[in-house]
């Protein structure tokens, strides 16, 4: 039986086009199982042998189920809301969540026209009255769309797609979003408004397009309705839970909203005797929003490009966990992600107590590269001996803080010794030490600074570091006690405040000595301290950050 490096779990109906991408992958496994969406048991179990899964809006990914997963990697939810995944849970668990914004906003936006202009001429009722043999014309008029006042709550992609079609049909446009600024909005042909308890009472259609979140859950509220036109249409092709069902439905009753369009539930599906599908004002669609040929391949694509290149490649991009890493970028930081990692791993090895914080200065080269996921890396390096989940790029960050390990940043512009430099000096409740590495060319790695000493070592393999008196004979002493145990030293570097005064020996092994051999090390009586500190080999990544 042949072994593949990933295992990728489909649950929810992705397009061939993103399947056939991730089939191409000869170190990925597709599994493509949709029943697993609806038994969060099955899913849990099946998740234990996945490193990826790609989702759309009918898998739930929970706290319950996303717990204890150690192999899962990543989430790819082909489609924009991810109010379907727990993403701090995720986050708690080093998974990367990453979305597909963009791939499916047209298609969205003209099922927005659509059911505005369903609504409008009742093409949904009269359809059905045809079909039941009626020739009703009268009660069916409708209404233009021409010169009447369209709101627009949430102006992101979908909102602005919309605003700009809403124009196409000579509607006045009027928009809220806290994140645009009336400027931007102008540009586009939107009026802004700058609260949304103004927007309501000018429109006669309003429609939605914000993501589900505390603030917007109910936005269209009884008292917003209250305060809106008898004769406005409400579109919602978001979020169910945006509007608040049994305000809307007392208000259709009641002749106080003309009509609504509904293409979202919350739940999904929503009951069968929903009073709001049955309504004889309102439109229904099952989700359709994204459901088109071009959205379901564009997202799917998508999905299975993302997938791959962060569990191949280590890539970020469209992550709502953690930020992004792009095939060039990837490149760019290797080398100085490696060293920043390593600092993380030579600290947590250092004779210590409790780490309570961590300085780290970027200088030179480093101060200009992204330097927040640099100080991940070295989080995540100092983190990941202690703790009993994996840690990594998403999650190393924020189980500093949990921990109220304190890390911050200091990006000193001007260049010091060295063209690039990383320096991490770490306190614990008993003392502060530093340490600091550079980069020689893209990868090639070297310690140059441990405690108050400067050095030119290896930064890679293990390391026997010893404090010592600075004494003839030393050296020779090191060199044939750990010859004579079958210990090859590989490099050494000796860094010293003055010649005879207390010193630092690095040396770079090709195996790993036993305690007996540290020990034999130790007798000399000028040698005050040995310590193995054991890195990854040159070159070795986490495999987090990809092959
Ligand atoms: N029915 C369907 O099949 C589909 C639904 N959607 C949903 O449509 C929504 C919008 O999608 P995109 O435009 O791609 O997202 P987006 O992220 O580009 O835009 C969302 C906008 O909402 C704004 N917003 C957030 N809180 C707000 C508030 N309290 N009031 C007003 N605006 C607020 C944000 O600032 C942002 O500009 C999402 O919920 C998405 O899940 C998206 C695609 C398909
Ligand atoms: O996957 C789908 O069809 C739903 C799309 C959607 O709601 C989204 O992208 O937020």
Redesign the pocket.
């Known amino acids: 039986m042949t072994s593949v490096a990933y295992r990728v779990l489909v649950t929810d109906k992705l397009s061939e086009e993103g399947l056939a991408l991730l089939r191409a992958e000869k170190d990925v496994e597709v599994v493509v199982d949709s029943k697993l969406a609806k038994d969060p048991k099955a899913l849990k179990e099946a998740l234990k042998d996945a490193d990826g899964i790609a989702i759309r809006?009918g898998t739930q990914l929970t706290a319950e189920v996303l717990e204890g997963q150690t192999r899962l990697k990543a989430i790819v939810r082909a489609?924009?809301?991810v109010?379907n995944i727990d993403v701090p849970a995720a986050t708690r668990q080093g998974i990367v969540v990453m979305n597909t914004?963009?791939g499916?906003?047209i298609?969205?936006a003209e099922?927005t026209m659509a059911l505005m202009l369903a609504l409008s001429r009742n093409t949904a009722r009269a359809d059905a009255s045809l079909k039941a043999g009626k020739w009703d014309r009268n009660s069916l008029t409708g209404v233009q769309l021409e010169g009447k006042t369209l709101g627009v709550?949430?102006?992101?992609?979908?909102?602005?797609a919309v605003a700009q079609r809403a124009l196409g049909f000579e509607m006045k446009v009027l928009g809220?979003?806290?994140?645009?600024s009336a400027e931007k909005a102008q540009e586009h042909g939107v009026e802004f408004v700058h609260k949304?308890d103004d927007l309501w009472p000018q429109c006669d259609y309003i429609t939605l397009?914000?993501?589900?979140?505390p603030?917007?859950r109910h936005?269209v509220s009884a008292a917003a309705i209250a305060s809106m036109r008898p004769t406005v249409r409400i579109i919602n092709?978001?979020?169910g839970g945006l509007i608040d069902d049994a305000a809307l439905l007392e208000a259709l009753n009641a002749g106080k909203v003309a009509g609504a369009a509904i293409?979202?539930f919350d739940p999904e599906p929503p009951p069968a005797d929903d009073p709001i599908i049955a309504h004889p004002k309102t439109v229904v669609t099952p989700?359709?929003?994204?459901?088109t040929e071009e959205?379901q391949v564009n997202v799917a694509v998508e999905a299975a490009r993302l997938l791959c290149d962060y569990l191949i490649r280590g890539q970020v991009r469209f992550s709502v966990n953690t930020p992004t890493l792009d095939r060039a970028e990837m490149q760019d930081l290797r080398g100085h992600l490696d060293l920043a990692w390593r600092l993380g791993l030579l600290h947590a090895q250092m004779d210590r107590g409790a780490i309570t914080k961590a300085v780290l200065t970027y200088r030179g080269d480093a101060a200009l590269k992204n330097t927040k996921l640099l100080t991940a890396c070295f989080a995540a390096g100092l983190m990941e001996a202690s703790l009993a989940q994996s840690v990594n790029l998403v999650n190393a960050l924020p189980f500093a803080r949990e921990r109220g390990l304190i890390i911050e940043e200091k990006i000193v512009d001007a260049p010091g010794d060295f063209g690039t430099l990383i320096q991490a000096e770490v306190t614990t409740d008993r003392k502060t030490y530093v340490a600091a590495g550079t980069l020689f060319g893209k990868e090639f790695l070297r310690l140059v600074r441990l405690g108050s000493f400067q050095l030119d070592a290896h930064f890679d393999g293990p390391l026997l570091t010893f404090t010592h008196n600075d004494r003839p004979g030393l050296i020779g002493f090191l060199g044939t006690t750990l010859g004579d145990r079958g210990v090859n030293i590989a490099q050494m570097n000796v860094g010293r405040e003055r010649p005879g005064g207390e010193a630092i020996g690095v040396v770079n092994l090709d195996g790993i000595p036993t305690q007996d051999d540290l020990d034999a090390v130790a007798k000399h009586p000028d040698i005050l301290s040995v310590r193995l500190i054991k890195l990854p080999a040159q070159g070795e990544l986490p495999s987090w950050l990809g092959s």
């Open positions: 809006s489609g924009v809301g109010d914004p963009g499916n906003t298609s969205t099922q709550v949430g102006l992101g992609r979908v909102g602005l809220y979003d806290p994140l645009l949304l397009h914000t993501p589900l979140t603030e917007t936005v092709c978001a979020r293409d979202v989700h359709l929003g994204a459901s959205a």
